[in-house]
């Protein structure tokens, strides 16, 4: 299954902060998707994030991102919160979960896109996921779906092992599955010189994986008893995957 061509949003509002106007407006929408991405690091979040966005119409909503930007672009606004939260970074320690959901608060007006929202590394932990139902709560707005996409450690760390990220417009592709089409080591999207994350590699996935089954099971509970946790196996090529995301959300709206 292949998606709809969609124009990408430019994210501006999200990536450089709320002072900040996105050029490109995505498609209203009678019923526009609200949904959180979960899976382990490597599981391919961040590809079927792309997928559902120019399915959709709806606006990627990596946290990730916004930290990464924000350390490269001077661009970018300096909120309280973002400006706590890199100096907490570049001192080597973590933001708390507060600090994390200031951000995604500062951004609010993101989650009332036109074209709906796909979130993408947020919620981490169950109190995010508590704190984000309040936000969402206050904002009127309805969560249709959490999207749990399920891998094997082993699976897992060789898919990080083979992933590339374009550190412009972060667009992700794997030497295997998805190796860029134009020209090797080159982003397709803007040219861009791919390079491996240091948290890809292998001794790092494990530590990582293990961490994030740790922290995730809790999560993953809460939003099986609220009912819109949607599992969804990743054991598969990225197009198959996406399409039983797309048959699996066709059945909830049925």
Not at 8 to 19: I, N, V
Not at 205 to 220: D, G, K, S, W
């Amino acid at each position: 299954m292949r998606p709809a061509v969609t124009p990408p949003s430019d994210r501006a509002a999200w990536l450089k902060g709320p002072a900040f106007e996105c050029s490109v407006k995505p498609p209203a929408q009678q019923r526009p998707w609200r949904l959180v991405l979960l899976g382990p690091p490597g599981v391919g979040k961040g590809t079927q994030a792309q997928l559902l966005a120019a399915q959709f119409g709806a606006c990627h909503l990596s946290t990730g991102d916004v930290f990464r930007t924000a350390k490269r672009m001077e661009s970018c606004q300096a909120t309280a919160a973002m400006s706590e939260a890199l100096a907490l970074m570049r001192a080597g320690k973590l933001v708390s979960d507060e600090l994390v959901m200031a951000m995604v608060a500062e951004r609010s007006g993101c989650l009332h896109c036109a074209g709906g929202f796909i979130l993408d590394g947020f919620p981490r932990t169950l109190q995010q996921a508590i704190d984000f139902d309040k936000l969402l709560a206050s904002e009127n707005i309805v969560l249709d779906a959490v999207i749990d996409y399920e891998l094997s450690l082993d699976a897992t760390i060789a898919r990080a092992a083979g992933r590339l990220t374009c550190p412009n417009c972060h667009a992700v592709y794997h030497t295997v599955s998805k190796p860029p089409q134009k020209s090797v080591g080159m982003c397709d999207q803007c040219g861009g010189k791919l390079k491996q994350r240091d948290d890809d590699r292998p001794e790092v996935a494990c530590i990582r994986m293990r961490q994030y089954t740790a922290v995730t099971e809790p999560l993953t509970a809460y939003y099986q008893q609220r009912g819109v946790l949607v599992p969804i196996s990743a054991d598969a090529s990225p197009e198959e995957v996406f399409a039983d995301t797309c048959r699996a959300l066709a059945a909830r709206r049925a």
